[in-house]
């Protein structure tokens, strides 16, 4: 089977069982429902309930989703075994998400835990997440602060994602002031326009690098990585020289 029948992104891993994708910034990891959008993350029409791509060279289940606008890895599988496998492994806390983002100003600590109630709200076909006043706790991930920029009060974290939750990091960073740099939804309008001027930033600077999972069929644990994409790698090199 030819994996361009399955998609037109860049390939991280693939074995009969699996197929993990390098999703570009811009790319649907499937299509919304009643959007005009070509481009998402795999070929051919989308089983919304089924979760489920019909691609030309045979059907690929989605396993999660990454926003839009997030740039990394997406895992996908070939076969319905491995897809409720990896299904319930993401359910019992066995997958291991990294991320990598640019945020205003320096957390502190400068890593902890991160534990919010999150709320979505629905509005015509968006969803939006914020951060409840009160309610019990069901978005948490790990942070750790990796490089600092004072020049530009801007720091790079690395994120550790313990639930998924939509928009999660973009939310759960904004609401304790640190919005990550080139987010238009929770972001904040000049500290975007300023990246924009000083490091040609025109994209959330928000990517997942590592995917840790048991593999669905052997077992064994599979790590699997995505280099930081070329303009972002370029505005940390402007962002350590400003």
């Known amino acids: 089977m030819s994996s361009s029948l399955l998609t037109k992104c860049p390939i991280l891993f693939e074995d009969p069982d699996l197929i993990i994708i390098d999703k570009p910034e811009g790319v649907l990891s499937h299509p919304n429902p009643g959007a005009k959008i070509s481009f998402c993350s795999f070929e051919g029409s989308y089983d919304l309930e089924d979760r489920r791509f019909q691609t030309p060279g045979g059907p690929v289940w989605l396993i999660h989703r990454l926003d839009q606008d997030t740039s990394g890895i997406l895992l996908a599988v070939k076969n319905k075994k491995s897809a409720e496998a990896c299904r319930k492994s993401f359910e019992e806390r066995k997958v291991k998400k990294h991320y990598v983002a640019l945020v205003s100003r320096r957390p502190m600590p400068a890593q902890g835990l ?71 939804l929770y972001g904040n309008f000049s500290f975007n326009k300023e990246l924009r001027q000083a490091l040609g930033l025109r994209r959330l600077f928000l990517h997942a690098w590592r995917l840790v999972l048991p593999h669905p069929a052997l077992g064994k644990s599979l790590t699997v990585e995505s280099p930081l994409p070329e303009d972002l790698e370029q505005c940390l090199f402007l962002a350590g020289n400003a």
């Open 114 to 184: 991160w534990r919010d109630a999150l709320v979505e709200k629905r509005s015509g076909g968006s969803i939006r997440s914020m951060v409840a006043r009160s309610g019990r706790p069901n978005a948490f991930l790990n942070y750790k602060t990796q490089e600092s920029f004072p020049k530009l009060n801007l720091s790079l974290l690395e994120i550790e994602l313990l639930t998924g939750k939509t928009h999660q990091i973009r939310v759960q960073s904004a609401f304790r002031g640190h919005p990550v740099a080139g987010d238009r």
